[in-house]
């Protein structure tokens, strides 16, 4: 089922942050984008803490040198290969990585322009990036990012630097504005799945990849580009949705618009609530069975409520627990 939106009539609309991304809100996040974390050690509350949540592995190490075992030195690191042809103990060095790259995909689809409360989706997808990006940077990691939508995909570069973070939500910004209600509408469910495909070589070994979508358009493909990332990678989902694409209120009969065009629904009709609850039930489904088969932390972001409070929630802070940095 493809559901329809409440469509504004004006392009004065993109005045309002709630329906079209602001960058000034974005870049505003900046100073707000604490109280979580996306470093190994987690708060006991936080998704990314527990066996039946992948910690992530936090920053990667370089091989540094070979040398002779010296006294204190962790039997571990031996080098047997070396040992065995020198008859000397030899052992690995290594040193961590000063960062680590961070890549965000961004949906901004036409199925993300949709919203009945606080926000459209495409709009909290955009503040959970920018809150991502920036504490992210915080934390001393590069960060890159791809955004795909009516533009078609965009790629930003990780890089450690406040310019890189603008390069994202500008992009970001694009994609979010060209979402419009008086045109009709592209469904591109195959998007999803040409991000992941063109993520896999880049993201090779020790990277983040959080990605934040309302998961429109995943099928098997996207398992098992989701499968293999999550070999040698962290991966983090966020889902986006709306509460009335869960649960269809029974309001009697209401007035959709889109494109122009107009459609009247009962929705106190128990099978058309059944019929939609299925829908969003379905699509809840296949991304919980990915996440639970690959232990993929899930996080989901609903519209009605400020997105900074949900990651906080979600990746750290809690009422009851001492603040992350």
Known sequence: MQYTRVAPRKRTSLRDPRIYASLDELMRLQFKASGFSYL??????????????SRLRGRGLNFEELRGYLPGDDIRTLDWKVTARTREPHVRVYTEERDRPVWLLIDQR????????????????????AVSAWRVLSAGDRVGAITFGRQGLDFVTPHRSRERVMQILRSTIEQNHALQADQLPEYNDRQLNESLARLLPLAKHDCLVVLVTDGFGSDAETTRHLSRLSRHNDVLIAFVYDPMEAALPAGGRLAFSESGQQLELD???????????????????????????????????TTDQPVLDQVRDHLGHHQHSRRSR
Request: aromatic share 6%; no cysteine; glycine share 2%.
């Open 110 to 129: 036409d199925s993300m322009f949709f919203g009945s409360r606080n926000m459209m989706k495409s709009v909290a997808a955009a503040e959970t990036a």
């Open 40 to 53: 190994p050690r987690q708060p006991v509350h936080s998704v990314l803490s527990g066996r039946h949540a």
């Open 267 to 301: 929705t106190s009709n128990r099978k058309l609530q059944a019929d939609w609850a299925e829908d969003f039930a379905q699509r809840l489904e296949r991304i919980q069975n990915t996440t639970r088969r690959h232990a993929i932390p899930l996080i989901p972001i």
